[in-house]
């Protein structure tokens, strides 16, 4: 949470913070209080076997930071990070030891630990890697999930000796060392192989420093990894790690009753089954908004206004209204998702996130008034639009029951099924069609400002909703360092998404897993699940 930012202190202080080490954290935001030293492996570890996990998404599917997102499994295998969070949400050293911020804290200095060794005989870690891979990420070309925030605020990186990575900054950012960390994904590759092969063979065969190395994969329906024995952090116990994309529920269910799968995500409906068959179920916790997205809400004068639409139905707020007064949140909650989820009021923020406003109640279920609404905005006779369904998540689900409410008070929506990763990426990315809506999740992060810059920034990688309002506070908000200061920009930003009704939210949820008995326990000090996601799979025990 803010409380994180204690961790900075600004001016004539330097800071110099030493951990422990290990990976991501669930939703809440990191403490301030500093771990104890980096732990070491508990004793030699012969890799054995293999750890099959079966998923519903493995997101797009790509290897280097400077064509995908944060949200992948792989990565958590194959790379080391600067920084690592734990399970209590503590800032943990990784390829970093130590650091420290400059007087004007805008010069970050990252001691590296030496003797880290690159998959496959490709040498040394070193800091012209740290420079390398950073500077990829920030490449006007890159198209990384948090590339256009660092764009922002990293002015250029130096490497003066093999163990010394300086980060130099155009403005004040206290919570670097959190955005170098294993939770925002921000790997380190070698670019000293990316150099030598080219981007197109990186990424067909990437090489990182992480506890599994890469072996083979078929797209993003399957990836095999192989264990790197006596990894300077932790040697996983399973020999091998096979991750498999399955979007069917069904299929991934019986893929683990009968032993072809050790691990599987499942949905709140499926979790009486599973407890009863003897799987063990592991809940994470809320970590996703999960709604509608309307595309097209670009307020700015003179910035992607080449693709704004002013009849485009979104852009007045009644018709936002009333499509979210047409919803009955909690017999979704009820109904699809077993009583598991939250239902939701604003969208990336969850209750109790650093500036919630305990105002901001879900929107009541009041279709009569929906209709009215509808009618006033100029579609009393009905509204037609397309809504496309995405795949990843259960969203589907959410879009389909939401479409049977809309139905109810006069708008038609033409579905059809998609995936953020097969299109609909590249049309937020682009600000393209306006006008269609779409099921859409935004994971909850500590870092609140990077997470919501995303979507409610125009330089952001979506820019969801872009208004003059909204981009005041998403510039100011990275360099506020006082935490009160920095609660009301985010309260202040949350009111005006909430008063305008900008987003279609429908719930808050958490991934469930369904584990058999070859897994034993999962942590270390580190959490099984970075949010959403499955990581850490080197700390997985092997139970036979």
């Known amino acids: 949470m803010v409380r994180r930012r204690r961790l900075w202190i600004a001016a004539a202080v330097v800071a110099v913070i030493s951990l422990a080490l290990a990976s991501c954290a669930p939703a809440g935001g990191p403490g301030a209080k500093p771990s104890g030293g980096a732990p070491q492996p508990s004793g030699p570890v012969k890799p054995a076997g293999t750890l099959s996990v079966a998923i519903n998404d493995i997101g797009v599917g790509y290897f280097l930071p400077i064509v995908s997102s944060v949200d992948k ?4 295998a194959l790379y080391d990070y600067l920084t690592y969070m734990d399970k209590d949400n503590k800032l943990l050293p990784g390829l970093a030891t130590k650091w420290e911020v400059s007087p004007d804290a805008k010069k970050w200095t990252f001691q590296l630990r030496k003797g880290v060794q690159f998959h496959k005989g490709k040498g040394e870690l070193t800091s012209a890697d740290v420079k390398g891979s950073i500077e990829l990420i920030v490449a006007k070309d890159s198209q990384g999930m948090h590339s256009s925030r660092f764009r922002d605020i990293i002015e250029g990186v130096d490497a003066p000796d093999p163990a010394t990575a300086v980060i130099r900054l155009k403005k004040q950012q206290p919570d670097l060392p ?70 069917e529920l069904t299929t991934r269910i019986a893929m683990l009753k009968t032993g072809q799968a050790d691990v599987i995500d499942i949905e709140a409906l499926s979790k009486p089954e599973m407890t009863a068959s003897g799987f063990r179920v592991v ?21 992607h206004q080449e693709n704004f639409d002013a009849n485009n139905p979104f852009v007045k707020k009644e018709v936002r209204q009333a499509l979210n007064l047409a919803i009955d949140r909690n017999a979704i909650v009820k109904d699809v998702f077993a009583g598991e989820a939250v239902a939701a009021s604003v969208s990336t923020l969850l209750p109790n996130s650093p500036g919630w406003n305990p105002n901001w109640k879900p929107y009541p279920y009041d279709p009569e008034k929906a209709k009215k609404l509808l009618a006033d905005a100029g579609y009393a006779k009905g509204l037609e639009l397309k809504l496309t369904l995405d795949k990843r998540e259960y969203l589907a689900q959410i879009g389909e029951a939401v479409a049977m409410y809309w139905e109810k008070v006069g708008v038609k929506a033409k579905m059809d099924y998609g995936d953020w990763a097969g299109g609909l990426r590249a049309l937020a990315v682009g600000r393209k069609n306006p006008g269609i809506a779409w099921a859409h999740r935004q994971i909850y992060s500590p870092e609140w400002d990077l997470q919501m810059t995303l979507y409610w920034w125009s330089k952001g990688l ?9 981009e005041e506070i998403m510039v100011k908000l990275p360099t506020v360092t006082d935490q ?17 009704y900008f987003w279609v939210p429908v719930i808050y949820d958490a991934p469930i897993y369904a584990l058999n008995k070859r897994v034993g326990d999962w942590t270390n000090n580190m959490p099984m699940m970075q949010l959403t996601n499955l990581v850490n799979f080197e700390y997985a025990k092997r139970t036979e």
């Open 484 to 500: 009160k200061s920095r609660e009301e920009l985010i309260r202040k930003a949350g009111d005006f998404i909430y008063d305008n």
């Open 462 to 470: 979506a820019g969801f909703v872009e208004h003059p309002v909204l």
């Open 283 to 303: 809940r994470g916790p809320l970590s996703y908004s999960k709604g509608i997205h309307l595309q097209g809400m670009w307020f700015i004068p003179g910035v």
């Open 178 to 247: 959190i955005l170098m960390s294993s939770y925002f994904a921000t790997a380190i590759i070698s670019t000293k192989n990316f150099e030598a092969v080219g981007k197109e063979a990186a990424e067909k065969n990437p090489i990182g420093s992480g506890p599994f190395q890469f072996i083979e994969r078929t797209g993003t329906d399957y990836m095999k990894f192989e264990a790197v024995e006596d990894h300077w952090r932790k040697t996983p116990e399973f020999k091998n790690l096979v991750l498999r994309k399955i979007p």
């Open 73 to 76: 499994p792989h990565w958590s």
